[in-house]
């Protein structure tokens, strides 16, 4: 993870320095990538959710038939927009750091979200090839990241299990499971568990606003997708607002102007 969070930070340091047309133009074009994504994953979510309240099935072919509705969605500004802007930046930062392999984690993860929060699901069918991604564009070693994730999946799913077991209720979702599984195997376990603390405070503190939370079913993706994002980009943002690297005098100065 080290190269893709120190890709991030580059991203930071390189875009503020740009100097040319041309840079300006590969950030603007991800950028742009990372706006449509966004406008677009908002849609899907609700087509998915609208077609399993229609009775379909929560399988990959119903995921993916609904992809197919989704341009035709109307555009809802709140949603759309917010998306669209947070994908679009975070695209830009990733081309300006050369970190491309990040963008599927950002974008998936995002998706994910979306998905638990019309439909209450994780699919497997992002999920899976999510985490089989980790493996092969994260910047860990490929039979590390597969043990990190084996290891995730096989300590959730058993306290999962026992806490069924206890309270005869689900407590964490497969979904769940399978996508800490994932978030392993790109950003190691060390790191997972701290998304997932972080998921738990995030989780526990919407909770406290619903009636009867404890009780009813409560989406846990976005949790985890917003956890991930701050794991890794809050500390490398804070990084980057305190100094910039000026290339042509090879100098640091501060992000902000001393008195």
């Keep these: 993870m080290a190269g893709g969070a120190d890709g991030v930070f580059q991203g930071l340091t390189t875009l503020a320095a740009a100097q040319s047309a041309a840079d300006w133009g590969v950030y603007g074009l991800n950028a742009a990538a990372g706006v449509c994504a966004g406008v677009f994953l908002g849609r899907w979510a609700e087509a998915y959710a609208d077609r399993l309240e229609a009775g379909a099935p929560a399988t990959a072919r119903t995921l993916w038939a609904s992809a197919a509705d989704a341009p035709s969605r109307s555009w809802r500004p709140a949603r759309d927009g917010s998306m669209a802007a947070l994908l679009g930046l975070v695209a830009g930062l990733l081309a300006a750091g050369g970190a491309p392999g990040l963008a599927p984690l950002a974008i998936v993860l995002a998706a994910l979200a979306w998905i638990d929060t019309r439909s209450g699901l994780l699919p497997d069918a992002l999920t899976l090839p999510l985490m089989a991604a980790g493996w092969l564009l994260s910047a860990r070693d490929p039979m590390s990241a597969v043990i990190a994730s084996a290891l995730a999946w096989a300590g959730l799913a058993s306290m999962a299990w026992l806490y069924r077991h206890l309270r005869g209720r689900d407590g964490f979702g497969g979904g769940d499971v399978k996508c800490m599984a994932a978030l392993s195997g790109w950003l190691g376990l060390e790191a997972a568990a701290g998304v997932l603390w972080l998921a738990?405070?995030?989780?526990?503190?919407?909770?406290?606003?619903?009636?009867?939370?404890?009780?009813?079913?409560?989406?846990f993706g976005p949790c985890i997708a917003l956890a991930a994002g701050v794991w890794v980009l809050a500390p490398l943002a804070?990084?980057?607002?305190?100094?910039f690297m000026i290339p042509n005098h090879h100098?640091?100065?501060?992000?902000?102007?001393?008195a």
């Design 200 to 219: 738990c405070v995030l989780g526990l503190s919407g909770c406290l606003g619903r009636r009867d939370a404890w009780r009813r079913p409560y989406p």
């Design 238 to 243: 804070m990084r980057a607002c305190g100094t």
């Design 251 to 258: 100098a640091e100065m501060p992000c902000f102007p001393s």
